[in-house]
């Protein structure tokens, strides 16, 4: 059966770096819909204009704008052979919209990673990010800076700090997970599909520990 991965943590946990080796690694569409809105804001799309507001105060975008996002994802052809949801759900309506539309697919979730972190550390995270302008990828100013400064080592792109990687926009950021978001970690222990590792260790040990608990379904 293939992957049908959910990862769930704070904003900051390190979902997407792990989700960029892990999709390579098992050959899995990985969905960021923090990606997918900032390519909307890029655009100027309807729904980049609704979400804007959002993002830029570090709130969550409206569920019925996420879940329709995500569904067109769901049943694009590249999706079929396993994937990544990364950033969603982020509720429990989100969550529920999710069972469904995966129900009607006939591709129900085989596991829910939480990424296990004290807020402590999320601030030197995401404010020392730089995300790559071409493909997202992210980096880190003293973690894991790039091999040229300001410059991408997967695709060459620039390098840039997002909007909402400033400190009120975390703060917002992580009272809205604390409040919406943190929720589904019982949600999905119910279901039997959660996982976890600690994802305060180093990149690799986050990776190593990513892949034990990949193959405990
Ligand atoms: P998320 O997708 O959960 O918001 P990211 O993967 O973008 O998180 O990681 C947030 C920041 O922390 C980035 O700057 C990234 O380079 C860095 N980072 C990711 N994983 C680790 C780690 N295990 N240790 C230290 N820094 C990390
Ligand atoms: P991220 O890149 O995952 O940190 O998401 C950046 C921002 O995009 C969030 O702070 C929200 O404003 C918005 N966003 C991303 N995913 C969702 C989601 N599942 N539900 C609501 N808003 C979201």
Redesign the pocket.
Same mark, same amino acid.
Request: glycine letters at 10%; charged letters at 30%.
């Given at each position: 059966m293939s992957l049908a991965l959910v990862?769930l943590? *704070? *904003?900051?946990? +390190?979902? +997407?770096? #792990?989700?960029k080796t892990c999709a390579e690694r098992h050959r899995l569409f990985h969905v960021?819909t +923090?990606d997918l809105f900032r390519q909307n804001l890029r655009e100027e799309t309807p729904v980049g204009l609704v979400a804007r507001g959002f993002m830029d105060r570090g709130h969550l975008v409206p569920d019925e704008v996420v879940c329709a996002m995500v569904r067109g994802c769901l049943e694009a052809e590249e999706t079929t052979e396993g994937f990544i949801l990364? +950033?969603f759900p982020r509720t429990i309506s989100q969550a529920e919209a999710l069972e469904e539309d995966l129900e009607q697919l006939e591709r129900p979730l085989t596991s829910v990673v939480s990424?296990e972190i004290d807020d402590g550390m999320l601030m030197e995270? @995401?404010t020392?990010? @730089?995300?790559c302008k071409g493909c997202s990828a *992210?980096?880190?100013?003293t973690?894991?800076p790039p091999q040229e400064a300001g410059v991408c080592d997967d695709c060459g792109a620039d390098l840039y700090t997002r909007d909402d990687d400033t400190e009120p926009a975390v703060a917002a950021r992580l009272d809205e997970y604390h409040d919406k978001t943190a929720p589904l970690l019982g949600y999905y222990e119910t279901r039997g599909l959660l996982r976890s590792v600690d994802?305060? #260790?180093?990149?690799d040990?986050?990776s190593g520990a990513l892949e034990r608990a990949l193959e405990d379904r």
């Amino acid at each position: 059966m293939s992957l049908a991965l959910v990862f769930l943590g *704070p *904003p900051g946990a +390190g979902k +997407g770096t #792990q989700a960029k080796t892990c999709a390579e690694r098992h050959r899995l569409f990985h969905v960021s819909t +923090g990606d997918l809105f900032r390519q909307n804001l890029r655009e100027e799309t309807p729904v980049g204009l609704v979400a804007r507001g959002f993002m830029d105060r570090g709130h969550l975008v409206p569920d019925e704008v996420v879940c329709a996002m995500v569904r067109g994802c769901l049943e694009a052809e590249e999706t079929t052979e396993g994937f990544i949801l990364d +950033g969603f759900p982020r509720t429990i309506s989100q969550a529920e919209a999710l069972e469904e539309d995966l129900e009607q697919l006939e591709r129900p979730l085989t596991s829910v990673v939480s990424f296990e972190i004290d807020d402590g550390m999320l601030m030197e995270r @995401l404010t020392g990010r @730089l995300t790559c302008k071409g493909c997202s990828a *992210p980096f880190h100013k003293t973690f894991n800076p790039p091999q040229e400064a300001g410059v991408c080592d997967d695709c060459g792109a620039d390098l840039y700090t997002r909007d909402d990687d400033t400190e009120p926009a975390v703060a917002a950021r992580l009272d809205e997970y604390h409040d919406k978001t943190a929720p589904l970690l019982g949600y999905y222990e119910t279901r039997g599909l959660l996982r976890s590792v600690d994802a305060a #260790q180093p990149v690799d040990g986050v990776s190593g520990a990513l892949e034990r608990a990949l193959e405990d379904r």
